[in-house]
C-alpha cells in the first residue's frame, strides 16, 4: 500500500477551496499579514503561481501544493532525533513532541512544504470549539506539514475493521480532494490498480515536481492539455 495524491491541472480552477478545506480539517493557525511578510505563513496546503509567457502574451496559473510525501525524502534523512519519518504505507510524517525545532527538515525539503510554529497557538473567542478534535494542535517551536489527512485513514481503518472487511478505496480521502468542487484531486493507493490514482498517475500526462532530483513525490500533477 502506497498512498498517493493525482492533482489535474486541466481540471483545477486555483478556487482555493482545497487549501481552506485543508486548513479546517488540520486546525492549521491562521497567520497575522505582518507575520506572513516575514515568511512565517502556515500552510499545509498551498496555492503556488506560476507565470508563463511574457506581457501582453503573460499567462498567471495557479495550482496547489501539498506536501509531496517522497518516497525518498531529504528531510527524514537530515533529522537529528528522528521527528520525521516513512511510515510504512509511505507517508512522511512528523513527531511532534520529539521536534526539536532546529528546523533542519525545512531547509532540506525542496518543495518547502514545511512551516514552523513560531507563537504558542491562540484562537479568537468561539473559535477554539470549532477546532477538530482528531488532530492535535502543535506546541510553540516545532514544525509541522501535511499528512495526508492521516487521521482519517487511521479512523477508516478502525471502521473497516470493526465491519470485518479490508479497506475499500473511497473510504479514505484527504479533506482537500474531498472538497474539491472541480474533482481535480483523485487521492488513494498508488499499488492498488483498482484505485483511481494506479492509472491516473501513469498518464502520458503525468508529472512530478522537481523529477530529477530523485525524491519520487507520491503527489503526481496532470499537465494541462494544449
Ligand atoms: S525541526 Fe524537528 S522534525 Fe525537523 S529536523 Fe529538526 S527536530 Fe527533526
Not at 128 to 154: I, M, W, Y
Request: with cysteine.
Amino acid at each position: 500500500m502506497k498512498w498517493g495524491m493525482v492533482i489535474d491541472l486541466q481540471k483545477c480552477t486555483g478556487c482555493g477551496e482545497c487549501v481552506a478545506a485543508c486548513k479546517l480539517e488540520n486546525n492549521v493557525a491562521i497567520v497575522e499579514p505582518k507575520e506572513a511578510e516575514m515568511g512565517r505563513t502556515m500552510l499545509w496546503m498551498d496555492m503556488l503561481t506560476v507565470y508563463e509567457g511574457e506581457y501582453p502574451r503573460l499567462r498567471v496559473r495557479q495550482f496547489p501544493r501539498p506536501c509531496m510525501h517522497c518516497e525518498h525524502p531529504p528531510c527524514t534523512k537530515v533529522c537529528p532525533v528522528r521527528a520525521t519519518y516513512k511510515n510504512e504505507e509511505g507517508i512522511v510524517a512528523q513527531i511532534y513532541p520529539q521536534c526539536i525545532g532546529c528546523r533542519y527538515c525545512m531547509a532540506a525539503c525542496p518543495y518547502t512544504v514545511k512551516s514552523f510554529n513560531w507563537y504558542k497557538p491562540e484562537w479568537a473567542p468561539g473559535i477554539r470549539e470549532t477546532a477538530n478534535p482528531d488532530v492535535s494542535v502543535r506546541p510553540v517551536g516545532v514544525v509541522e506539514k501535511c499528512t495526508f489527512c492521516v487521521h482519517r485513514l487511521q479512523k477508516a481503518k478502525e471502521q473497516a475493521k470493526s465491519e470485518g472487511r479490508n479497506l475499500r478505496e473511497g473510504d479514505f480521502q484527504t479533506a482537500c480532494a474531498e472538497s474539491c468542487p472541480a474533482g481535480a484531486i483523485v487521492f488513494g493507493d498508488l499499488e492498488n490498480t483498482s484505485h483511481r490514482v494506479n492509472p491516473l498517475s501513469r498518464s502520458p500526462r503525468a508529472t512530478r515536481l522537481l523529477e530529477d532530483l530523485g525524491t519520487e513525490p507520491k503527489v503526481i500533477y496532470l499537465k494541462e492539455v494544449d
